[in-house]
Every structure is written in structure tokens, then in C-alpha cells.
């Protein structure tokens, strides 16, 4: 799908707490991806496309330094990515094999590739750092992935961190770690992550002055109308 630049600015502003809460309401409960935790701290939160990648279990045959020269190959998919998608890499929850290193996060940056999520590891932490690039992962690891993975391909459904994600479906990541929006509910679940993001605010604002939180939140009748009233006031 294409992320218009309106829905991305909502979504730019709506917490992943809050949007697992608006995507239970919807009848969604896992879309919280286990394991791809910010790698570093204070990492800004970013919105866009998933750019789906997958990796199987190592096979000795395929998984081989040689296999980096392969049509089908994590270079290959990089050259495939386009600016503001973000890099949703099914690394089968192995932590012990990066699956990219400095150079290729330096070319995803080079292409405008917001941001790399995976429920594995990275590799060359300190090159990776000064590329710039956002991580979203489970750590690091010295050894490359054909150590214990073998890539089959990119732009297909993956299941990273035990959610199933799909070409097109958005990402949103930051401090609490990684949500997916599926492509279809994209605009509705920003325009209600606004309403929300805006009444949670005002409820801080009332606890803040000493409002109980019975009646608060979840606001009852007369809660309400108090913040129909205070929306309306502008």
C-alpha cells in the first residue's frame, strides 16, 4: 500500500501503546512484535511500509558466504527497497547469527530506508551505530547469518516476533518496541489513534488537578460531556 503523507503525519504522533489498544478494540490482539526491542536509547519513533524479508533455519548446502552473491540474497533485496519502508525481517527468533552488518544498514540509509525490525540479532554494533540507521531487535551477535540462517526471499508474509505481517502493512515502532497495523485498517486505526492520543492527554491533565480515576478513565457520562465540552472550547 502507499503510506499517504497525511496518515503517516497522524500516525507519527500515536504511541504503539496506544495503538494496541485501539487494535484490540478491533479485534486484534497480537500485533506486538516479541523480541525486536529499540536497540539503542532515545530512538525517535518512525512510521512507514513494511519491506517484508525472510529467513528459514540454516541449511548447509544454502547457507554459505557464496550465497551473498545470489540473485535471492539480503544484497539483492536491499537494491529492492524504496525510501520510508521499513525493513521487517523474519529471523526465525535466532539470536546467535546478525542478520545485517554496518555495510548493508549503510546502503539501506543511502536508499532512505527508515528503519530495520526483526525479532533476531545485528551484527557490527559499532559500524551499525554510525550508519544512523533505527534498529529495532533482540541484540547482537558476532557471527554472520549463514552461521544459522538461510535467506528464501523478501516482499512476502513473514512472521516476525510470532505476528504475522504482510507486505504493505504499516510499522510502528518506538521506546515500547514494535507494532503492525494491518494495510486495510491503516487511515481508521490513525484517525482514531488521534482521538485517543488526544483524550488521553486531557485525562492526564485531570489527574494532574486531582480528578479519582472511577469515572475518569474509562470515562462515564459526565466525564464525557466535560471533554466534549473542553474539545469544543478548543
Known sequence: MSLSPETKAKL???STATLTTILLKKGLRNVWLRGAAPWSSGQARVVG??????FVPARE???TPESWASPTSTRAAVEAMEAGQIAVIDAQGVTDAGVFGDILCARMVKRGVAALVTDGVIRDAVGVRGTGLAVWCAGVSAPPSVAGLTFVGWQEPVSVG???IFPGDVISADEDGAVVIPAAL??????L??????FEG??????ERGVILPGLYPPNAETKARYEAWKAAG
Not at 193 to 198: A, F, I, K, L, S
Not at 202 to 207: C, G, I, L, P, Y
Request: net charge negative; charged share 30%.
Open 12 to 14: 507519527d504522533g500515536v
Open 49 to 54: 511500509p513494511a519491506f517484508t524479508m525472510r
Open 61 to 63: 548446502d544454502l547457507a
Open 162 to 164: 510470532g505476528v504475522a
Open 186 to 191: 491503516v487511515d481508521e486505526v490513525a484517525e
Open 193 to 198: 489513534g488521534v482521538e485517543q492520543e488526544r
Open 202 to 207: 486531557w485525562v492526564v491533565s485531570e489527574v
